[in-house]
């Protein structure tokens, strides 16, 4: 996921996390991708969540997810075996007391063996498959099992798995200490038996042996705390082994569960013949979006025909003003802007046949809400609270979705607030995507800012139909609300029944 560093799967998600769920249909998007793997969704929520700010750091993630899309099968294969790998890991229960040494030396055993037939089967893959592969993260992956995954070690691991069962005894020293107290216990490798030992099973017992009797408790009692003493370092050497291969296995499970999400939505939408793509990433202070065919990827998927899809150009301009048409697709263009975003800043392909923008420091929305029913405060306070901590959040190069905002006031007043509240933002430095219907608010922007902004508008046709495209034109001073009366009541507003 990352060139230099792990994936933070439980990293935090951002504060306007919850309003971008909401506002661009997320969960479309986040259950498709997960399927039926719990794991794979709290994945792909965190690494679609937290956008990457450097163009760099998102090509190499795309390296990455290109050679998914090339080997989906081995991928897959390589997520299997980590997941399996972790299931058993859990089934391999303590048993007793975790702080007796046998006990955790008994099970970090267990865990070990689990985990080096893993480790084997990683290696396998490599083996067979490490050439097929061409970006530098699977590259590095690849060559690093194959270095530290050599047959020579795997079958030391084996040996010292085996001989750590002690199925020749435990063999340890140990030093008289004051009163004759035992101190510096140090577990010996058993001395190999020879054949005639093994042959009679060991029976010439050395004249300083004793047996301990059958019923003699304090007896085993004793014995039992020699053994812990002696094998104590050990037990703690193997446990922390132990707990190294479980991170890396874990550690590969989490970051393969991203390419396995952005596997399940490719698949789906190859399935609706939805056309995707790689966007190509460039410096924040670039101020970039060009697009073609962009769509929104959460209504594709929850619709049977192909949804429209938008061609834009919209390079050099911090601010773009969406008017027109009511029920013309604004809206939906709106959210298609934020998920492409999105997408792109997670490493992903975006729902578009060619999308090139800016990587943004974060995407904000302030869409319209419903009106609080506790009644305890009105819309347009509510609004403005909102505007108020996504302006305490913002940065430089944050994009921000606004969706008929301040829209709950007289179009006098929500224009002069809106347009003060862009302008500073603008100033800032943030790109500002726009839908109103308030004439005086892009008119006024068409007006002074027509260099540095651009105007669409949504597309309908001279008999009232919505094509559902966005095409750049000034706004008009009409959301054409009587075709909508004339859709509901089948005729226009003011004619006379004859």
């Known amino acids: 996921m990352h060139r230099d560093q792990d994936f933070g799967a439980q990293a935090e998600f951002p504060p306007n996390a919850e309003a971008l769920v909401q506002d661009l249909a997320l969960d479309t998007l986040f259950d498709t991708m997960a399927g039926d793997d719990r794991f794979v969704l709290d994945v792909v929520k965190t690494a679609v969540l937290s956008s990457l700010v450097d163009p760099d750091a998102v090509v190499y993630r795309q390296g990455i997810l290109r050679d998914c899309l090339d080997h989906p099968a081995v991928v897959r294969e390589i997520y299997d075996v980590a997941v399996e790998a972790i299931e058993a890991e859990r089934k391999v229960h303590w048993g007793l007391s975790r702080d007796s040494p046998e006990r955790i030396l008994s099970r970090s055993l267990r865990v070990l063996q689990v985990l080096a037939g893993s480790l084997r089967r990683l290696r396998e893959i490599a083996d067979q498959h490490a050439g097929e592969f061409r970006s530098e993260g699977f590259v590095r992956f690849f060559g690093m099992l194959a270095a530290e995954l050599t047959d020579e070690y795997l079958d030391t691991v084996d040996f010292h798995l085996r001989e750590l ?6 063999l340890i020293s140990a030093e008289l200490g004051q009163g004759n107290a035992g101190t510096r216990y140090v577990l010996r490798q058993p001395l190999a038996q020879s054949w005639i030992e093994r042959f009679f099973g060991g029976h010439n017992r050395s004249k300083f042996s004793f047996v301990i009797p059958e019923r003699d408790d304090n007896g085993f009692k004793a014995l039992a705390e020699l053994t812990n003493k002696g094998i104590n370092r050990v037990a703690g050497a ?15 499970r989490a970051e393969l569960a991203f390419h396995i999400g952005c596997l ?18 460039v410096p924040p202070e670039e101020v970039a979006f060009t697009t073609r065919g962009l769509y929104d990827v959460s209504l594709a998927l929850n619709v049977e025909a192909r949804v429209v899809g938008n061609d834009v150009n919209g390079d050099g301009e911090s601010l773009v003003m969406i008017t027109g048409a009511n029920q013309g697709g604004k809206s939906t263009f709106l959210r298609s802007v934020g998920l492409a975003q999105l997408m792109m800043g997670s490493g992903m392909f975006v729902p578009a046949e060619h999308f090139r923008a800016g990587v943004s420091s974060g995407v904000f929305t302030h869409f319209e809400r419903e009106e609080d029913p506790t009644m305890r405060r009105g819309k347009l306070e509510e609004e403005l609270e909102r505007m108020e901590e996504i302006a305490d959040a913002i940065r430089p190069s944050s994009l921000l979705l606004c969706n008929e905002s301040f829209a709950s006031t007289n179009e006098r007043e929500g224009s002069e607030i809106a347009r003060q509240i862009v302008r500073a933002l603008l100033e800032r430095g943030v790109r500002v995507f726009f839908v109103t219907h308030m004439f005086d608010l892009a008119e006024g922007f068409q007006r002074l800012d027509a260099d540095t ?46």
């Open 165 to 170: 069962t002690f199925p020749h005894g435990v």
């Open 238 to 252: 193997v446990a922390q082994s132990a707990d190294h291969v479980n991170g890396f296995i874990a550690m590969l």
């Open 264 to 281: 399940n939505l490719y698949e789906e939408l190859s399935k609706k013949g939805e056309p995707t793509c790689f966007p190509v990433p």
């Open 453 to 498: 902004a651009l105007f669409l508008r949504a597309e309908r046709k001279q008999d009232g139909r919505r094509t559902f495209r966005m095409i750049e034109g000034e706004p008009l001073p009409t959301s054409y609300g009587e075709d909508l009366y004339r859709r509901i009541f089948g005729t226009s507003p003011g004619a006379v029944a004859g």
